[in-house]
């Protein structure tokens, strides 16, 4: 499944989004263009925008409306990259060297703000303040779970509920704001608010459990990062939670919880790689997936509605 | 003179402020909420909120109004601070240490987003797409400033303008959005909307430049950080800039954009804390006071009005 066939009912919408993003990068200082540069043409998916452009598509929202809001949702997530790359000293993202790893983290952390502020003015400029809030309230939940999280590295204990939680801050409220937004701004009823809100929250929810999956068994080409990289720096997810789940018994957890040793965490790594978690790790975003697919039927019939529920099955079955 | 007693007009509200920010610090997770009591019990200035009370009150503005966009105007700058002190691994702000310093960066840099992300939160509950818009721009302002100016540590070539132009975007911007917003909160007419800008921007330029003077005859005891701190990390304010633009002759000047040593910095430093360089910074600082002062003179005549006249003198006059 290819994600640009996916996206063909809002291929020049997306493109407008594109444009105002190299448009930006070509409005500061030189210093600051070269940085926009760097972190806006690497060929991202641009997922969560086209989420606010299909469902504004499946009500002829006026792309003017809908244009500011995608791109502030795309240089949202770009700024939580720059300060988690940051924050997690990771020195490739895609392939590429992170910011941090160019400039320094003093300028990282500077830029990530920039990119923040340009977000937060862009949806300012869709006039519409229930949009405006929501944007606020998820900057919110993303940056206090990423800190809460912050002080729970390496802790072995945490139940799937807690995982769920966490995902659901970090991630799927990005999804929700894209698709949320564009319901308000389509001046949708309630009812298809809602079903946009679950929409993008089953979609994100199943787009993070992939992530994590593909954290153990992804080639290191298709990620740009090495495998197993979540698990060495602490970050615990489902394939490790199920692990300990399915052994409760297992000395070898038990003793990864007191050693922390390179040679625990890689005995850890194995057993979260194995076929039965990998799978049921699937089984479990197929779910969350079945859910988003659900939801987007109670949008109007068309094209853009069709790329919404394909979406539920490329989430998946993507490799990277 | 004495802060509180300015404050004396707006002395409930400012406690209503402090009250919302005590509660804020009750909300989250355990290790969430020590930060923010780190951060917010600090016993600093409120400046910046009580610019947006006393505006408010000239007009008899609702404090329910005000409440929220003074204590948003209150987290932005703590947010800027942590950031600040992160980029510059500093250990010690208003004598006590800084979260990077208890923290670590990581923590420092998430923490800082979570208070930008309150108070945009707190911004939008206004309900005045205006003041929303004001805060984000701001928020643009302020930090592609500081990461513009990341990019020019230790260029002695700056000239007076460019400086300007770096503390207005630095600091001056945040006093105009206090007071802007207050001014539009209270549906004041467009004459005094501009008013209160330009006495924020000018109040705000005074600060900053005696902010600046401090860092070279302030007393450590008083500033909780060391004297010449800014030059020594690079940052050339306007003693700097004088004593330069004084001595276009001096050797010195010339050797020290080469060298850089120690040595040559600690040459600079005498140079710019010279009595000449002083006075005619603090001259400086006064003109920029006048005409705060001037435009503080168009709002309604009352206790409130006084005490932001009074503020023209107190921001000179401050040792710390």
Known sequence: MNIAGLYGPVRDDLNAVEE?????????????????????????????????????????????????MATAVELFHTATLV????????????????????????KAVLFGDYLFAVAAELASMTGNLRVVTLFAQTLRTVSSSELTQSFRNFDLSQSRQRYYGSIASKTASL???????????????????????????????????????LDFVGAEEDLGKPVGADLLRGVVTLPVI???????????????????????????????????????????AADFCAKAHAHARELPVGDARQSLLDLTTYVTARKS
Chains 1, 2 share one sequence.
């Open 242 to 284: 199920l692990a300990i789940e399915r052994n409760p018994e297992d000395k070898r957890v038990a003793r990864l919880l007191e050693m922390r040793s390179e040679e625990a965490v890689q005995d850890l790594l194995r057993l979260a790689s194995s076929e039965a978690m990998i799978v049921e790790s699937y089984r479990i």
């Open 175 to 213: 999804f929700v704001l894209a698709a949320e937004s564009a319901a308000v701004l389509s001046e949708a009823s309630n009812a298809i608010v809602t079903a946009c809100r679950e929409y993008g929250y089953n979609l994100g929810m199943a787009y993070q459990i992939v992530d994590d999956i």
């Open 83 to 106: 300060h988690d790359d940051t924050v997690d000293a990771s020195s490739l993202r895609r392939g590429r060297p992170t910011v941090n790893n160019l400039y320094g983290g003093a």
């Open 20 to 68: 105002r993003l190299r448009q930006l990068s070509l409005t500061e200082s030189p210093s600051l263009n070269a940085l926009l540069g760097h972190v806006l043409n690497h060929g991202g998916k641009r997922l969560r925008p086209a989420l606010t452009l299909l469902i504004g598509k499946t009500y002829g929202t006026d792309l003017d409306l809908l244009a500011p």
